[in-house]
């Protein structure tokens, strides 16, 4: 049974930071790459980061470089993202899911497993 669960959403100021958590279960992350994506009403999913099996190798947006970074915890089973300097642009729901073998890391279509995702709301 393969499931991915993600907590750590809420409401926060401009500026402020959040921690993501998820957690997987069925599978392990040594075997695996887990990225998290983000979608806003009206706006297209998008990739924000991305961690190969044993955190061997990440990948970040543009838009969140040198604000946002991607863990692992094997023992846990967990992916986090923290997330500093957050901006009211930030404001969506973020979600983690299983990538397929094969494809680039920002395509939605290359993941599968997805999370119900977890609100992220950044407001004065």
């Known amino acids: 049974q393969l499931q991915l669960v993600e907590s750590g959403g809420g409401l926060v100021q401009p500026g402020g930071s959040l921690r993501l958590s998820c957690a997987v279960s069925g599978f392990t992350l040594d075997n695996v790459a887990i990225g998290w994506f983000r979608q806003a009403p009206g706006k297209e999913r998008e990739g924000v980061s991305y961690?190969?099996?044993?955190?061997?190798?990440?990948n970040y947006a543009d838009s969140v470089k040198d604000r946002f970074t991607i863990s692992t915890d094997s023992v846990k089973s967990t992916v986090y993202l923290q997330m500093n300097s957050l901006k009211p642009e930030d404001t969506a729901v973020y979600y983690c899911?299983?990538?397929?073998?094969?494809?680039?890391?920002?395509?939605?279509?290359?993941?599968?497993?997805w999370g119900q995702g977890t609100q992220v709301t950044v407001s004065s």
């Open positions: 961690v190969t099996s044993r955190g061997g190798i990440t």
């Open positions: 899911a299983r990538k397929s073998r094969i494809g680039t890391w920002d395509n939605p279509g290359n993941y599968y497993d």
